[in-house]
């Protein structure tokens, strides 16, 4: 007498379905009612193969700052211009005497040199500077000589190249006004135009 296959019962099929389901919920991540932010772990990680590294900006090379001095308020100001590179002694001159520009203008600065020196040529002897000075223009201007010879002496001795200035007129020393009302034939700094200078 054969014996028969014995079907699983209806428990037992219900019991390895349980069994399953407990395996997948312990091995499992548990569940949350909100989503959460999640910080990333600390750095650095290791990485494979070549790294590209960005480059850092630099500053614009061949930039330099040329610093003219205008009036403001009958006080001196020191106007720092970015140029492409640092001019010569003659050429800052002849940028100070050209005037503010349009901006400069508009700010409030003004000059005094028209109406007190129409030219001048800039000489260097190491760090002194002779200033060749024509004669006085009456176009148009001021006629305020303290200023405009502190404007060119606060200019010229803003270099690191220049100590002081000395003018002449025809190759002859000519005495010029310090800021005290003294006329000096000597070698000038800006010291003695510092009561003019507007504070920074």
Known sequence: MSRRARRPGRWQGAGA?????????????????????VAPPPGPFPTSGTVVATPTPTLTAGRATAVLCFVRDDRLVPVERRVDATPTV??????LLAGPTAAERD????????GAVAAAVA????TDVDVDVGEAGDETGRSDEVLAFGQIVCTLTARSDVDTVAFLRGGVPLGVPRADGSLSRRPLTVADYADL????
């Open 17 to 37: 379905a349980l069994v399953a389901l407990g395996l997948l919920v312990g091995c499992g991540v548990p569940t949350e009612d909100a989503p959460r932010t």
């Open 90 to 95: 003659d050429a800052q001159l002849q940028q």
């Open 107 to 114: 700010s409030g600065l003004s000059t005094a040199l028209p």
């Open 123 to 126: 000489r260097p002897r190491g």
């Open 197 to 200: 200078v507007a504070p920074r």
